[in-house]
């Protein structure tokens, strides 16, 4: 059952992704054919062709590697001024020039006189910038979607301010593991010696009322090594406990791999599954977004940890994943002793983070990406502007094919981190239970 479980998990997940990848090519045809630009594919998956059908100009179809989809546009790479771009450049400069002009010739093999006016170099600016931008905006419309149905319709576990556990010895963050147990040098924990019992609901701090475990914890962590005096409810009657807070290495936030020193007491909240407003769950979506982009920002330190993980080193919880391993985890929660709404809720929370970091990633301004494009149109629609307002010559579109040795570069780091991160998935996979 577990490894039906497992597989079920990692169809619908892999489904999910497809689904949106296709949602993302579409966010780019859609308003390509709109303003009358030439489409001729539209595919996801990469490789070998599994089935395809052609409507009208555009092919659609399925490919064999589930790792991406594509959109392709004709006249993406715009010939070089002044040239007949159905004429191969008889003369080049070295490699670097061939490559670029080998790119521009083959890029017009297909395009017919008929075409004129409906390439996409032709476009003006913000048109070239909507097509290239609507691919990462889709995918961020699909997480807002994701987040807002996953926390208004079934919710958030909220911590309450009944204690579910008392923490026995103090532990610094950096040494907590599933199976770490009190050793003898241990601290006893401040709310053990205080006599905290599980199912004591807080009400008071310091003479501070409290209403919510938010308003707890900043309350604890100021307190630092001070006496506190804390008011809970307990069968019914009020009992005032006394003990001393403790400094102690903790997590900065529950989702961060920051540590901070500040008060600790030793006690964990009660967390009750409670639906939320919109806002709530824009909020949490803002929350991801600054995480991912703070993991892009160390992405590069987490692959040399990844790339460690691979020859027999500790792989992170937060390092990166692949595709493959995102899948993994997935079965991994279809298959927990989670309850059904958890699981689907984790599996769609999960969904939603991938697209908004596809969103994220997608909009880095470097080629091949989509936010190289919208750099270049933006450049170009810049040049334009000035032009106009001090009455010089229209300096035309932007020749982006010469970015593409710099594209090429990207394109194959990008393939190598991809590769670097399905091996550490397969070898070393991170793991969300019993890991």
């Known amino acids: ?90 003369a080049n400069t070295g490699p670097i020039q061939s490559m670029v002009e080998n790119a521009r010739t083959a890029e017009y093999e297909t395009i017919a006189p008929e075409d004129d006016g409906r390439l996409f170099y032709q476009k003006v600016w913000w048109k070239k910038l909507i097509v290239m931008a609507s691919g990462p905006l889709v995918n961020v419309l699909i997480a807002a979607m994701l987040f807002t149905g996953l926390f208004t319709l079934y919710g958030d576990r909220v911590p309450q301010t009944t204690i579910s556990t008392v923490t026995d010895c103090v532990i610094p963050a950096n040494q907590a593991k599933p199976d770490r147990k009190c050793e003898t040098g241990d601290k006893e924990s401040p709310a053990k010696q205080a006599g905290f019992q599980v199912g004591d609901k807080i009400l008071a701090f310091n003479g501070t009322q409290i209403s919510s475990w938010d308003q707890l914890t900043p309350l604890i962590r100021a307190n630092t090594d001070k006496p506190a005096t804390i008011v809970v409810e307990r069968n019914g009657q009020q009992v005032t406990l006394h003990t001393n807070t403790i400094v102690n290495q903790v997590l900065d936030t529950p989702t961060s791999d920051k540590y901070v020193s500040v008060g600790f007491l030793g006690v964990s909240p009660e967390n009750k599954l409670e639906r939320q407003s919109v806002g709530y769950a824009l909020g949490k979506m803002g929350t991801t977004t600054t995480a991912t982009v703070q993991a892009l920002g160390r992405f590069p330190e987490k692959l040399v940890g990844v790339a460690k993980s691979i020859v027999g080193g500790k792989r992170d919880q937060d390092s990166p994943m692949s595709v493959v391993g995102a899948s993994r985890v997935a079965g991994e929660i279809a298959a927990s002793d989670l309850d059904v709404g958890a699981k689907a809720a984790t599996l769609i ?15 880095i301004p470097l080629l091949p990406l989509d936010g190289g494009h919208m750099i270049g149109a933006i450049w170009e629609g810049i040049r334009r502007g000035l032009a106009k307002l001090f009455g010089r010559p229209d300096p035309g579109y932007v020749d982006v094919a010469k970015l593409l040795p710099i594209a090429y570069v990207a394109a194959s780091v990008i393939v190598v981190m991809g590769v670097l991160l399905v091996i550490a998935d397969i070898v070393n996979p991170i793991k969300l239970f019993n890991g």
């Not at 296709?22 to 595919?43: C, D, R």
């Not at 555009?58 to 159905?86: N, S």
């Not at 969904?351 to 970091?357: I, K, P, T």
């Open 1 to 90: 059952m577990s490894a039906l479980l497992t597989i079920l998990g990692i169809v619908l997940f892999v489904l999910g992704v497809l689904i949106s990848v296709a949602l993302h090519e579409m966010g780019h045809m859609i308003p390509a054919k709109a303003f009358g630009m030439k489409v001729t594919q539209f595919f996801v998956g990469f490789g070998r062709t599994l089935w395809s059908v052609k409507r009208g100009e555009t092919e659609y179809g399925i490919k064999a590697i589930p790792a991406g989809g594509f959109v392709r546009i004709i006249g993406m790479m715009p010939p070089a001024k002044g040239q007949d771009p159905t004429k191969v450049r008889k």
């Open 349 to 363: 929370l999960l969904l939603a983070s991938l697209n908004l970091f596809l969103a994220l990633f997608n909009f």
